[in-house]
């Protein structure tokens, strides 16, 4: 694949994924899932002739994530953790790396699974998920503190929501 063709089929995903937040934010959920999974289709067919390119990968753990959310939305539950989990294993990958906005997304995304952990009722799992994420993101406490700052307070809801449960 040419360089000019892989940028315009990437530009042409992050339409879809763009499309697929408005239409998420307008409530139109069937909308929402085929644009993202058009993203994801564009994003893969790049990815088998670009696979080293970081860029292109956090948008196709984007569109992983975003996937997740609508069928979380939908009470697809399985396709949520699914969707998630292939997420989180490529934002390990890409935290690697040290930069913040990858440690960022990866504590995102141990959330996100935190979540469709605790709807299958894998209490233990999602507490160890949410420890994960907490770790991920404590290096850059210094030098981020307002980010940590929310994050913190994200933590805090959820583990409340869990002992709430039971967890």
């Avoid at 009470?75 to 990858?102: H, K, N, T």
Wanted: net charge negative.
């Amino acid at each position: 694949m040419e360089i000019g063709e892989r940028n315009f089929l990437w530009n042409v995903a992050i339409g879809h994924l763009n499309n697929g937040d408005a239409a998420l934010n307008e409530g139109r959920i069937n909308d929402a899932w085929t644009e993202y999974e058009r993203a994801e289709a564009l994003i893969q067919r790049v990815r088998e002739t670009w696979a080293g390119d970081r860029e292109m990968l956090r948008d196709l753990t984007l569109a992983w994530e975003r996937l997740g959310d609508v069928a979380r939305a939908q009470g697809d539950i399985d396709m949520a953790f699914a969707r998630y989990d292939a997420c989180l294993d490529v934002r390990r990958q890409l935290a690697a790396s040290s930069e913040m906005l990858a440690q960022r997304d990866l504590c995102i995304a141990y959330t996100k699974l935190a979540w469709a952990l605790d709807a299958k009722g894998d209490w233990a799992g999602s507490r160890d998920t949410l420890d994960a994420a907490r770790q991920a993101i404590l290096p850059f406490a210094m030098e981020y503190p307002d980010d940590l700052a929310r994050v913190e307070r994200f933590l805090t809801r959820m583990e409340a929501f869990l002992a709430e449960r039971g967890g």
